[in-house]
Nanobody, 122 residues
């Protein structure tokens, strides 16, 4: 089970940090990722991190602004979002997959969180 937290309202240029807590003892064996879905749009990949945390992958739209990290001792993955833009407004979903961080996509996600709303005002 994946449970996201940390969403909310931010102004353009501001920051938010999302957290995703996982239950179970196998967290460290999964690649973790974040996706987002804006109203009327398809869910899209945002970022992913390998089991060890050494490899990360980002969508072009968030490169240089978002970072992803994980704490395997706490079964938690984080998404630090800086320099937020109104177009970052979406529901953000945590995801777990057995695929590598460079290969994460919608079709290979095995477990989803319930999502957390991020709204960025201009």
């Amino acid at each position: 089970q994946l449970v996201e937290s940390g969403g909310g309202l931010a102004q353009a240029g501001g920051s938010l940090r999302l957290s995703c807590a996982a239950s179970g003892r196998t967290f460290s064996t999964y690649t973790m990722g974040w996706f987002r879905q804006a109203p009327g749009k398809e869910r899209e990949f945002v970022a992913a991190i390998s089991q060890s945390g050494r490899t990360t992958n980002f969508a072009d739209s968030v490169k240089g602004r978002f970072t992803i990290s994980r704490d395997n001792a706490k079964n938690t993955v984080y998404l630090q979002m800086n320099s937020l833009k109104p177009e970052d407004t979406a529901v953000y979903y945590c995801a777990a997959t057995e695929f590598g961080a460079s290969y994460v996509k919608l079709s290979n996600v095995g477990t989803w969180g319930q999502g957390t709303q991020v709204t960025v005002s201009s």
